[in-house]
């Protein structure tokens, strides 16, 4: 059995964040319960039975204020805690432009990442300090949760649907990484380590992996390979959406719906293209929905993002100066931070 | 008081009013059926209890050395279910809310009694589907029942837990409609609205969100049958369903449910407190309507249980501030607890300890409330032990303090006999103490961020795991105390009389045990809370003690 450990570090931005507002809100909660306390042993003393302390009728008009005093205080108390960190923190910051994009999969009982050049890695995630990162996570098969007590964040992750994680780490070392929401039998055990180095040290650690394709070349061939390009080519003879510069875009569907084309649009696009068909086009498109993975689906989401001019895919460079070509469509939808 | 202080009784009490097995299984009197209640539900609150204390025994050790993942996910899952409906969500209301309601409205019994009964009969029914779940090998989905995990990847016995719980809702909402055409139909001439003692309010409110909600639940569980037993796509994503959809529906429901839960124990406490003071409740009125106005404000407020479900941003702020606004009408109600002793004339009798018991622990869950519904703090600890400790102490801590206190201050009355006082009170304060050791730590190990539904977990969250282990071996031992002094006192116990405690409600101007029809003589209708003169300008005199 370790020490009790009573503290817990604030490695990323938003932990301090959570952190005042926790102690802030256990300050409140101190003072009325101490309160409350106070009064729960001052009565029983005074007013157990027996004793000579006064014991008249209050007026009622007494009565009544002290019931709308307090109704009004704690109306108030409710209000501001509301006002102070749920109204001001909740929505989403603007993305940052230059983020470290990684992919993460969650399946039962493992998180799989793979870095903007390719390097993947199982069960631990290698950050670098100071870096704005942003996860973007899906699963294969039920709803996970990505948990970091240190970086005070947690995020459901659910199949067939990208999730986004935007948060940048602030202190190196080591840190648990959980699944929260229970996934089956061994969900205690799908853990793993948040790694969080130096910048150079991430560097050097990315160039020491063994590199698969990266996700944008891995993309280019699947595209080939699901026949994509046989409609959705510049060339092709069929009428269906062109897909170069597309992603980032506004886009109006054929309900009249407008939605920006990010991550979630085009991975609901590609599963179930006919919930959103695009206005001007036949509904033609077949579900991809059991024949591209999730994993699939990222690789693809890479291609079509390559293919926008967002070459964003090369995350050394990208902590190193800030992107220039990453266009103002670039940003991604707000719906999809936190 | 003994017997000797009463007439001689031709009519029998409730209890000898037939004496075969057959007059109790086909009895449509609403005492006897509050009985059959309590003793089903005492059946299951032993199992969950058991099932919990595997859970707690593995968890001595960061390793999993006892059970096997499976099984410790069994477990966790059983507690869950049997705890919350075939425990908490009938306790009050089909024990107390069925001996009681008629008779302190002044009622010879509920407005459908057969309907009471079948009440019951669906009650096992619901529970013959749980026993066969466990005998199936038992079912690891939690019990939230998460999709898709129980629809499509779950291997345990999902069908049979989810039919269990749907029949056994019925039986809930068949109570809640039966409470509220009582509540309206069978007040005794004089008993106005704003005469009913607070328990009656309670249930009314209870049964309220029982029938509004209950059904939603019935729905939603079709539905994963549906799915995983048919393949109708609904919550699968693969093949265009939402598995999002099912938690909307689910804590539709299950936010609810909680109320279900707490407000008759707000109810019981409202009493006692009442009579043992010796003071007229501050505030009936403000009472009143915080009773109604958590119930209705509770169906607004279920987005909080998924803050980082993938869930709109938007969507969270709303169900946040709602979620705060909830937090007004409750802290009303403690408000006035406490302002109820000023000036009374306290007696702490074991009953009176258990309702300190429930103000102290609502308190600390109502307050630690407020963390979760704000929602940078709630994306820290939700799925941690922090949520855990903090529905533990709204609903064993409040509700069943509440429930062991309305056991003691009704005990009398149900059985004829008196309760050991000093055991029940050693009881109480043991109960409070095992309680808080059992689930303070884990508010503590889950701000550090200790997931919940963990069969192994890293070392340093051991300390932690081992005080709240020794505190519910505490709290298990104050369980059984009762079950051996109260069983004790049903042979030995003294006699009570009509009113033991002089107090005001009409159910102590019956005899006790009440006759099968209740009252021997028409009730005197007045004031529920009149413990001391009138209250008002008028009366401003000192009448110390």
Same mark, same amino acid.
């Given at each position: 059995?370790?020490?009790?450990?009573?503290?817990l570090?604030?490695?990323?931005?938003?932990?301090?964040?959570?952190?005042?507002?926790f102690?802030?809100?256990?300050?409140?909660?101190?003072?009325?319960?101490?309160?409350?306390?106070?009064?729960?042993?001052?009565?029983?003393?005074?007013?157990?039975?027996?004793?000579?302390?006064?014991?008249g009728?209050?007026?009622?008009?007494?009565?009544?204020?002290?019931?709308?005093?307090?109704?009004?205080?704690?109306?108030?108390?409710?209000?501001?805690?509301?006002?102070?960190?749920?109204?001001?923190?909740?929505?989403?910051?603007?993305?940052?432009?230059?983020?470290?994009?990684?992919?993460?999969?969650?399946?039962?009982?493992?998180?799989?990442?793979?870095?903007?050049?390719?390097?993947?890695?199982?069960?631990?995630?290698?950050?670098?300090?100071?870096t704005?990162?942003?996860?973007?996570?899906t699963?294969?098969?039920?709803?996970?949760?990505?948990?970091?007590?240190?970086?005070?964040?947690?995020?459901?992750?659910?199949p067939?649907?990208?999730e986004?994680?935007?948060?940048?780490?602030?202190?190196?070392?080591?840190f648990?990484?959980?699944?929260?929401?229970?996934?089956?039998?061994?969900?205690?055990?799908?853990?793993?380590?948040?790694?969080?180095m130096?910048?150079?040290?991430?560097a050097?650690?990315?160039?020491?992996?063994?590199?698969?394709?990266?996700?944008?070349?891995?993309?280019?061939?699947?595209?080939?390979?699901?026949?994509?390009?046989?409609?959705?080519?510049?060339?092709?003879?069929?009428?269906?959406?062109?897909?170069?510069g597309?992603?980032?875009?506004?886009?109006?569907l054929?309900?009249?719906?407008?939605?920006?084309?990010?991550?979630?649009?085009?991975?609901?696009?590609?599963?179930?293209?006919?919930?959103?068909?695009?206005?001007?086009?036949?509904?033609?498109?077949?579900?991809?929905?059991?024949?591209?993975?999730?994993?699939?689906?990222?690789?693809?989401?890479?291609?079509?993002?390559?293919?926008?001019?967002?070459?964003?895919?090369?995350?050394?460079?990208?902590?190193?100066?800030?992107?220039?070509?990453?266009?103002?469509?670039?940003?991604s939808?707000?719906?999809?931070?936190? | 008081m003994?017997?000797?202080?009463?007439?001689?009784?031709?009519?029998?009490?409730?209890?000898?009013h037939?004496?075969?097995?057959?007059?109790?299984?086909?009895?449509?009197?609403?005492?006897?059926?509050?009985?059959?209640?309590?003793?089903s539900?005492?059946?299951?609150?032993?199992?969950?209890?058991?099932?919990?204390?595997v859970?707690?025994?593995?968890?001595?050790?960061?390793?999993?050395?006892?059970?096997?993942?499976?099984?410790?996910?069994?477990?966790?899952?059983?507690?869950?279910?049997?705890?919350?409906?075939?425990?908490?969500?009938?306790?009050?209301?089909?024990?107390?809310?069925?001996?009681?309601?008629?008779?302190?409205?002044g009622?010879?019994?509920?407005?459908?009694?057969?309907?009471?009964?079948?009440?019951?009969?669906?009650?096992?029914g619901?529970?013959?589907?749980?026993?066969?779940?466990?005998?199936?090998?038992?079912?690891?989905?939690?019990?939230t029942?998460?999709?898709?995990?129980?629809?499509?990847?779950?291997?345990?016995?999902?069908?049979?837990?989810?039919?269990?719980?749907?029949?056994?809702?019925?039986?809930?909402?068949?109570?809640?409609?039966?409470?509220?055409?009582?509540?309206?139909?069978?007040?005794?001439?004089?008993?106005t609205?704003?005469?009913?003692?607070?328990?009656?309010?309670?249930?009314?409110?209870?049964?309220?969100?029982?029938?509004?909600?209950?059904?939603?639940l019935?729905?939603?569980?079709?539905?994963?049958?549906?799915?995983?037993?048919?393949?109708?796509?609904?919550?699968?994503?693969?093949?265009?369903?939402?598995?999002?959809?099912?938690?909307?529906?689910?804590?539709?429901y299950?936010?609810?449910?909680?109320?279900?839960?707490?407000?008759?124990?707000?109810?019981?406490?409202?009493?006692?407190?009442?009579?043992?003071?010796?003071?007229?409740? /501050?505030?009936? +009125?403000?009472?009143? &309507?915080?009773?109604? !106005?958590?119930? #209705?404000?509770? $169906? @607004?407020v279920?987005? *909080?249980?998924?803050?980082?479900?993938g869930?709109?941003?938007?969507?969270?702020?709303?169900?946040?501030?709602?979620?705060?606004?909830?937090?007004?009408?409750?802290?009303?109600?403690?408000?006035?607890?406490?302002?109820?002793?000023?000036?009374?004339?306290?007696?702490?009798?074991?009953?009176m300890?258990?309702?300190?018991?429930?103000?102290?622990?609502?308190?600390?869950?109502?307050?630690?409330?407020?963390?979760?519904?704000?929602?940078?703090?709630?994306?820290?600890?939700?799925?941690?032990? /922090?949520?855990? +400790?903090?529905?533990? &102490?709204?609903?064993? !801590?409040?509700? #069943?303090?509440? $429930? @062991?206190?309305?056991? *003691?201050?009704?005990?009398?009355?149900?059985?004829?006999?008196?309760?050991?006082?000093?055991?029940?009170?050693?009881?109480?304060?043991?109960?409070?103490?095992?309680?808080?050791?059992?689930?303070?730590?884990?508010?503590?190990?889950?701000?550090?961020?200790?997931?919940?539904?963990?069969?192994?977990?890293?070392?340093?969250?051991?300390?932690?795991?081992?005080?709240?282990t020794?505190?519910?071996?505490?709290?298990?031992?104050?369980?059984?105390?009762?079950?051996?002094?109260?069983?004790?006192?049903?042979?030995?116990?003294?006699?009570?009389?009509?009113?033991?405690?002089?107090?005001?409600?009409?159910?102590?101007?019956?005899?006790?045990?009440?006759?099968?029809?209740?009252?021997?003589?028409?009730?005197?209708?007045?004031?529920?809370?009149?413990?001391?003169?009138?209250?008002?300008?008028?009366?401003?005199?000192?009448?110390?003690?």
């Open positions: 059995m370790t020490g009790m450990r009573l503290s570090p604030e490695a990323s931005g938003n932990a301090r964040l959570v952190d005042t507002a102690f802030t809100v256990f300050g409140i909660a101190a003072v009325i319960f101490v309160a409350l306390f106070i009064l729960l042993v001052v009565f029983s003393i005074r007013y157990r039975r027996g004793t000579r302390a006064r014991r009728p209050l007026p009622s008009l007494l009565r009544r204020e002290i019931e709308i005093g307090w109704t009004t205080a704690t109306t108030f108390v409710a209000i501001f805690i509301f006002w102070w960190f749920v109204g001001g923190f909740t929505l989403p910051p603007r993305a940052a432009p230059n983020q470290l994009e990684i992919h993460v999969v969650a399946k039962q009982w493992m998180w799989k990442a793979e870095h903007p050049d390719g390097a993947r890695e199982i069960d631990a995630l290698h950050l670098p300090v100071n704005p990162i942003r996860l973007v996570m699963s294969e098969d039920v709803i996970h949760s990505f948990f970091v007590p240190a970086f005070r964040l947690k995020q459901d992750v659910l067939a649907r990208s986004v994680l935007a948060f940048t780490p602030t202190r190196i070392g080591d648990h990484l959980f699944c929260a929401e229970f996934c089956g039998t061994q969900h205690s055990r799908m853990t793993g380590d948040i790694v969080v130096t910048q150079p040290d991430y050097g650690w990315v160039r020491r992996q063994p590199h698969g394709d990266n996700l944008v070349r891995q993309g280019e061939a699947l595209f080939a390979k699901f026949g994509c390009g046989a409609c959705h080519a510049p060339e092709s003879q069929v009428h269906a959406p062109k897909l170069a597309l992603y980032g875009t506004r886009v109006t054929a309900d009249g719906r407008r939605l920006t084309a990010d991550d979630a649009y085009l991975r609901n696009a590609i599963l179930h293209p006919r919930d959103g068909t695009v206005a001007g086009y036949a509904p033609i498109m077949p579900d991809y929905a059991g024949v591209a993975g999730p994993a699939d689906i990222d690789a693809l989401i890479a291609y079509l993002k390559s293919q926008s001019g967002l070459k964003s895919q090369s995350g050394l460079k990208s902590q190193s100066s800030p992107k220039s070509q990453s266009s103002p469509k670039s940003q939808s707000p719906q999809a931070d936190r | 003994t017997d000797a202080a009463l007439p001689a009784r031709p009519v029998p009490d409730y209890l000898h037939g004496h075969t097995i057959w007059s109790w299984l086909s009895t449509t009197d609403h005492k006897r059926i509050g009985i059959l209640f309590a003793v539900i005492t059946l299951f609150f032993t199992i969950g209890a058991v099932a919990i204390a859970v707690r025994l593995e968890l001595l050790t960061p390793a999993g050395d006892l059970v096997s993942d499976d099984t410790y996910n069994k477990l966790f899952t059983l507690h869950g279910i049997v705890m919350v409906w075939f425990f908490l969500v009938p306790s009050i209301p089909v024990t107390f809310g069925n001996f009681l309601l008629p008779l302190m409205i009622a010879k019994d509920l407005a459908f009694p057969r309907i009471n009964l079948l009440s019951w009969y669906l009650y096992l619901g529970a013959a589907f749980t026993v066969a779940t466990i005998i199936a090998g038992g079912v690891d989905t939690g019990w029942f998460y999709t898709p995990y129980s629809t499509m990847f779950s291997n345990g016995a999902v069908l049979t837990a989810v039919a269990g719980v749907i029949v056994v809702g019925f039986s809930s909402v068949m109570t809640g409609v039966n409470f509220i055409a009582t509540t309206h139909m069978l007040r005794a001439p004089g008993m609205w704003f005469r009913l003692p607070l328990f009656v309010w309670a249930m009314y409110a209870t049964s309220l969100v029982m029938v509004l909600a209950t059904p939603v019935a729905m939603t569980l079709l539905l994963i049958m549906a799915e995983r037993w048919f393949e109708l796509p609904i919550f699968d994503p693969s093949r265009g369903g939402d598995p999002l959809l099912f938690q909307h529906l689910f804590w539709f299950s936010h609810p449910a909680v109320y279900i839960m707490v407000l008759p124990a707000m109810g019981v406490a409202s009493e006692i407190i009442a009579c043992f003071a010796r003071r007229r409740l /501050f505030g009936y +009125a403000f009472m009143v &309507y915080a009773l109604i !106005g958590i119930a #209705v404000i509770g $169906f @607004f279920w987005g *909080h249980h998924m803050f980082v479900s869930q709109s941003p938007y969507a969270n702020v709303v169900f946040s501030f709602l979620s705060f606004m909830v937090a007004v009408p409750s802290a009303i109600k403690v408000f006035n607890w406490t302002a109820t002793l000023y000036r009374g004339s306290i007696v702490f009798t074991a009953p300890l258990y309702a300190f018991s429930f103000l102290g622990l609502f308190t600390i869950g109502g307050l630690t409330g407020l963390f979760l519904a704000t929602v940078p703090i709630d994306i820290h600890v939700t799925d941690t032990y /922090f949520v855990v +400790a903090h529905f533990h &102490y709204i609903m064993v !801590g409040a509700s #069943v303090s509440a $429930f @062991f206190g309305g056991l *003691h201050f009704w005990w009398p009355k149900i059985t004829g006999r008196l309760y050991p006082e000093l055991w029940a009170r050693f009881a109480a304060v043991l109960m409070f103490f095992g309680f808080n050791l059992t689930f303070f730590p884990q508010f503590v190990m889950g701000y550090l961020g200790m997931p919940r539904r963990y069969h192994v977990y890293p070392p340093e969250f051991q300390v932690y795991h081992v005080l709240s020794g505190g519910a071996a505490l709290l298990g031992g104050a369980y059984l105390m009762p079950l051996a002094y109260l069983v004790w006192s049903l042979f030995y116990g003294r006699r009570a009389g009509a009113n033991p405690w002089e107090a005001q409600g009409l159910e102590w101007q019956a005899p006790s045990p009440p006759p099968h029809d209740n009252f021997l003589t028409p009730p005197r209708v007045g004031d529920p809370y009149d413990y001391h003169p009138p209250e008002g300008p008028a009366a401003l005199m000192d009448d110390a003690a």
